[in-house]
């Protein structure tokens, strides 16, 4: 009994210890709809070309259908249909594929890539189904969807002091962190406030001043660094009159 009631303090203790380790002083949060709502707004994905089986030539077409990604903690996935037209034989397949989600804290930014989601195309030669290709939809979506971190949370306020004085408090996040939820992409911060302005992290650089001589700048000012050679033939011409 002993020996449970001292693991039980330990494990109450350690559960204590890393609640106050998280990032907890505010929190973000992406849903999957937000997500979804991407795929609305880049409307029609497809593709097109030829193919030649057993000397029979043709053209295939493929189009997405409902494309959707679902979060979930342990691995999210992308989600579709997949509509083929191949020479005289359509057909429509579900198409399952990998999602990966990380967070770039020198970015700020949360990216939402596709790694991976393959459907088969095929055609049917003498009532035989005939592969064509696989198709992998992650090619045509290279690019991952980003939206901005929440460092961009930054804020400051003015606050009226007990003598009418205003002090300005600035409050920025400083340190982050990202978890998967059930359809929810949570970022965790913790945050600073102080009533110092921060230090802009890319510092505006002041050009250095022009060094070079002015060219409206009378000559005498110049005499002493460039001192005037005599003309010998003025001078000779004198002597002989």
């Given at each position: ?10 494990c ?5 210890l890393s ?46 259908i ?15 249909l ?21 967070y ?9 890539k ?15 189904k ?26 400051n ?31 965790r ?14 510092p ?38």
């Amino acid at each position: 009994m002993i020996q449970r009631f001292l693991i039980s303090i330990f494990c109450i203790c350690s559960i204590a210890l890393s609640s106050q380790n998280m990032n907890n002083d505010f929190t973000v949060v992406l849903n999957e709809e937000a997500l979804n709502k991407v795929f609305a707004a880049i409307g029609d994905i497809k593709g097109s070309n030829d193919y030649e089986i057993m000397l029979i030539k043709g053209k295939y077409n493929w189009t997405v259908i409902k494309p959707s990604i679902s979060i979930r903690p342990d691995s999210s996935q992308f989600n579709c249909l997949a509509k083929v037209e191949a020479g005289l034989f359509d057909y429509i397949s579900t198409v399952k594929g990998d999602v990966k989600i990380t967070y770039n804290d020198q970015k700020n930014e949360i990216q939402v890539k596709i790694t991976r989601a393959v459907f088969e195309l095929y055609t049917m030669i003498l009532s035989k189904k005939v592969h064509i290709k696989n198709i992998d939809l992650a090619d045509h979506f290279k690019d991952p969807f980003i939206f901005e971190g929440p460092r961009t949370t930054s804020t400051n306020f003015e606050f009226t002091m007990p003598d009418s004085t205003i002090k300005r408090i600035y409050i920025q996040p400083t340190a982050c962190d990202m978890e998967i939820h059930w359809r929810e992409i949570v970022s965790r911060c913790e945050i600073s406030a102080t009533d110092k302005a921060p230090v802009p992290t890319n510092p505006v650089k002041v050009p250095a001043k022009d060094t070079v001589v002015p060219v409206n700048t009378p000559p005498a000012a110049n005499n002493k660094a460039n001192p005037k050679i005599p003309d010998t033939k003025t001078q000779d011409t004198k002597t002989k009159k």
